[in-house]
């Protein structure tokens, strides 16, 4: 079963330095999604992304995070200086349609850990 | 009142027990609801879609109430395996399709 994949699965940095979290959508997908979940905590909605461009971002998603597609597989979270309470875990997502019932497939997760 | 409310547990339950758990959203106008299962440290996994007529995968049983607003999820004959945190998942607008709110999450702990 094809499936998102992410690297790395934890990264470690210092507060004010930039990181980028990568993923690899499922081939035939078009939607893609970063979530993420601080320890302890619930799942919370970053950014969704279609067509090469941003379709929705949440309050969260501030000027610090940026996202990209930079070529056709790979699709990017860019944090541009870290603070600590970014420490969490990110999860990429994709889907094949954007509509509402199309359900999410999940990636492995990258943890962030900002010390 | 929080967009997606569950009981955060834990339950805690015999191999073989039937559980139920509820969860309640806030805005009416929502469209597209699911349970996914999470296991510790790991990603959201799809576990059902919920229907307005109500659906069953297995062992599993979804139920919408819009009147109520409220999403069940019904496991009979509980495994060992299904110990994890089971996320109600509500899409709050039909307009933006690309956001999904979660709720906090019901832990389960099936037992021997």
């Known amino acids: 079963e094809p499936e998102v994949t992410q690297t790395p699965s934890h990264q470690v940095t210092q507060m004010g330095q930039e990181v980028i979290l990568r993923c690899v959508p499922i081939?035939?997908?078009?939607?893609f999604y970063w979530y993420r979940q601080i320890l302890g905590q619930k799942v919370e909605f970053l950014v969704s992304?279609?067509?090469?461009?941003?379709?929705?971002k949440s309050e969260i998603f501030d000027d610090q995070f940026s996202v990209e597609r930079p070529d056709g597989s790979n699709f990017t979270l860019k944090i541009r200086s870290t603070k600590l309470e970014d420490s969490a875990m990110y999860f990429c997502?994709?889907?094949?349609?954007?509509?509402?019932?199309?359900?999410?497939?999940f990636g492995n997760g990258t943890r962030l850990t900002v010390t | 009142r929080k967009e997606v409310e569950q009981d955060p547990g834990p339950f805690n339950v015999p191999e073989g027990a039937t559980v139920a758990f509820n969860c309640t959203y806030s805005?009416?106008?929502?469209?597209?609801f699911f349970w996914y299962r999470q296991d510790c440290r790991k990603e959201p996994k799809l576990l059902m879609s919920?229907?307005?007529s109500g659906n069953e995968d297995g062992r599993f049983t979804a139920q919408l109430n819009r009147a109520s607003q409220y999403i069940s999820l019904l496991i009979r004959d509980s495994k060992l395996s299904d110990s994890a945190t089971y996320l109600c998942?509500?899409?709050?607008?039909?307009?933006?399709?690309?956001?999904?709110?979660f709720g906090s999450g019901t832990r389960l702990l099936v037992r021997p």
């Open positions: 997502a994709s889907s094949p349609e954007g509509f509402y019932n199309s359900p999410l497939h």
């Open positions: 081939s035939n997908h078009l939607y």
């Open positions: 992304f279609y067509n090469n461009e941003i379709s929705e």
């Open positions: 805005n009416s106008a929502s469209q597209s």
């Open positions: 919920v229907y307005s």
């Open positions: 998942v509500v899409n709050p607008d039909v307009d933006s399709s690309y956001k999904l709110i």
